[in-house]
């Protein structure tokens, strides 16, 4: 329940990273393409909550 939690966070995160910070130039891998970006915070929440579960354990 909690990455779950984490992937949607990472997800929200990662979508307004690319909307108000992103990439300019358009070469970034990640960030200049909205998708990638979502997915990649998605990815992030989730390990970090991930982390964070462990922790509380």
Do not use: E, N, P, Q
């Amino acid at each position: 329940m909690i990455i779950t939690l984490g992937v949607i966070l990472g997800g929200i995160a990662g979508y307004f990273y690319w909307k108000y910070v992103g990439c300019v130039s358009g070469t970034c891998a990640i960030t200049s393409v909205w998708y990638k970006s979502t997915l990649y915070g998605m990815f992030m929440g989730g390990m970090v909550f991930d982390l964070i579960k462990d922790y509380i354990k």
